[in-house]
């Protein structure tokens, strides 16, 4: 072993189950998520309904009529083993062009005014690193991101916003995510995309999945409008 | 073929079918019927798959043309059903003809009714369901709540005459104001201090006005957490019992969040969902447990039922 801690299976009822990595939003633990998640897709998914990598534990929704819970016990404990050793592959990442400020990033001058730091330092200091795609939740194609410089660290509004526009590039404590339809939300907006991270018209209506990377590239509003017409 | 006509859709009228698998890692919920045994009932009566769509009319006031010669069956609790003027029974298989009006009243004891049609509701299927998902707006008719004067086509026309039949009662779930929930513990009971945890299965909870297909707020004694309310958001399903900070539980619906950020102290065995479907405000709940074998036992004797229910079906036409 190579002193990892063994995961928890915690129970969700007698159609799910819960495999815990640890207690900790940390990139070491969601790989391993990852790993074990795409080691099951990889193998035969009879009985199995659902797999959903959160952030440190991964979810499985089992059919018990298909599927008994040792059997799936066993399957897990083969991927464990498997995937112990083996970081999950490394994906290029996806660029997302995003227009910062004006009305696309309201919370733009909230956020420097918080830092200290100029509405040009937050958004090169947002735009340079390369993200992981820890979950995708709270709506269809909605990416959780971690990687967020620590001196962007910034609590949600006091108060939500009824409406945050599809597209709107938010913040909240140590997370960065997208906002995928329009939708209710309390994260500091601070820019938008014309890109679309969910979209039924496309053939794949999702952007990204979990596990994905992803980095931002700032445009100016021109394009921001040459691309929304596209 | 051109099936149903919406005169009244009551105060929500969704197509479901039995959910959307496969997308909650891309943050899809499941959708589908709340009461999912009514809605397989209701498709075998009329003998279609047991996925087939059909209509869940929440809280009566429903009324619809059949516009055409068609085998319907309504599956829920008592309630009012009505043809033209004559009263029909519930979870039986029924035949329309062209022009005859449909009426589905407030059940007696509780909220969610079942129509299905023979061939299915035709409408496409979105990332493989034909569920309506209210707040994605996808799905079902044109992503959005039944209104008056939509037009429902079914997928396939009619078959050969077919038996009138009935649902046995052993199939028609244990409807009660004030059910008794069977619940698993987990995933976060340890979260949970032994007080609280005796408090959520002794007490009895009211059922709040705050109550739809995401989830059904709760009220009673306050389930106190040990180490706070907030986790790593980690994954969520229906029938999950979330305790926010405030300590009163949460029953999740078919339509809740894939992630949630909430101790989740138990989760509803699935057999007692369609109890959990038929909840009202001003009703109450409470919570027994059992444990994974006991609830994997009711699960699949309830499954072989439904299952030969539907094998009894597909036999006789």
New interface residues.
């Given amino acids: 072993m190579d002193g990892q801690p063994t995961p928890r299976i915690l129970l969700c009822g007698e159609t799910a189950l819960s495999i815990e990595f640890g207690d900790a939003i940390d990139a070491t633990i969601n790989r391993r998520v990852h790993a074990l998640a795409d080691h099951l897709r990889s193998g035969s998914l009879a009985g199995i309904l659902e797999l959903n990598p959160t952030y440190r534990s991964l979810f499985v929704q089992y059919d018990p009529w298909e599927l008994s819970h040792e059997r799936l016990l066993m399957l897990i404990e083969e991927g464990l083993s498997a995937t112990r050793a083996r970081p999950a592959v490394q994906r290029d990442p996806v660029e997302i062009p995003v227009c910062y400020g004006m009305e696309f990033g309201p919370d733009l001058d909230v956020v420097a005014a918080i830092h200290g730091l100029t509405s040009d330092a937050v958004v090169a200091l947002h735009a340079a690193p390369v993200y992981d795609v820890v979950m995708v939740g709270f709506t269809p194609g909605f990416p959780y991101l971690s990687g967020l410089d620590k001196r962007l660290e910034t609590p949600r509004k006091a108060s939500p916003r009824k409406v945050v526009p599809a597209g709107s590039v938010g913040i909240a404590d140590r997370q960065t995510g997208i906002y995928s339809i329009d939708s209710p939300g309390g994260w500091q907006i601070i820019g938008r995309t014309p890109v679309r991270l969910f979209d039924l018209e496309r053939a794949d209506p999702f952007l990204v999945k979990p596990g994905d990377r992803l980095l931002f590239t700032p445009i100016p509003r021109e394009d921001f409008e040459g691309l929304a017409h596209s | 073929m051109k099936a149903l006509r919406i005169l009244e859709p009551g105060p929500l009228a969704t197509i479901q079918d039995l959910g959307r ?8 919920p499941l959708s589908g019927a709340m009461d999912q045994t009514a809605l397989r009932v209701a498709n075998g009566l009329v003998g279609n798959a047991p996925q087939a769509a059909g209509i869940e009319i929440t809280a009566g006031g429903f009324r619809a043309e059949l516009t055409g010669e068609v085998r319907f069956a309504v599956t829920g609790p008592e309630m009012e059903i009505r043809v033209n003027q004559e009263a029909i029974p519930p979870w039986t298989t029924c035949t329309a003809s062209g022009g005859d009006i449909l009426t589905v009243g407030l059940a007696k004891q509780g909220l969610r009714a079942y129509l299905a049609l023979s061939g299915g509701i035709d409408v496409p299927p ?2 493989g369901s034909r569920s309506t998902y209210l ?4 799905g079902g008719f044109r992503g959005r709540a039944l209104m008056k004067g939509d037009i429902l086509a079914i997928a396939r026309t009619p078959g050969p005459p077919f038996p009138m039949w009935r649902a046995p009662s052993s199939l028609i779930p244990p409807y009660s104001e004030h059910p008794k929930l069977r ?6 009971d340890d979260y949970i201090t032994p007080d609280g945890l005796a408090l959520f299965l002794g007490a009895e909870y009211a059922v709040t006005a705050r109550c739809d297909r995401m989830g059904i707020r709760l009220e009673g004694p306050r389930i106190a957490h040990r180490f706070g309310a907030d986790i ?6 229906p ?2 019992v979330q305790v926010p900070g405030n300590g009163q539980p949460a029953l999740l619906g078919a339509d809740c ?3 949630g950020g909430y101790v ?1 102290v138990a ?4 057999s007692d969902l369609p109890l959990v479907a038929q909840i009202v405000p001003g009703g109450t709940v409470s919570f027994e447990t059992v444990t ?1 074998l006991q ?2 036992e009711i ?2 004797k309830r ?1 072989y039922q439904l299952r030969s229910f539907h094998a009894a079906g597909s036999h006789s036409t």
């Avoid at chain 2, 698998?21 to 899809?28: A, E, K």
């Avoid at chain 2, 790593?232 to 399903?237: K, R, Y």
């Fill in positions: 698998r496969g997308y909650r890692d891309r943050g899809v979105v990332m707040r994605g707006g996808f619940v698993v513990l987990g995933p976060q790593i958001s980690d994954g969520t399903l029938g999950a969040q894939t992630t989740k989760t509803v065995i699935s994974l609830a994997r699960t699949l499954e």
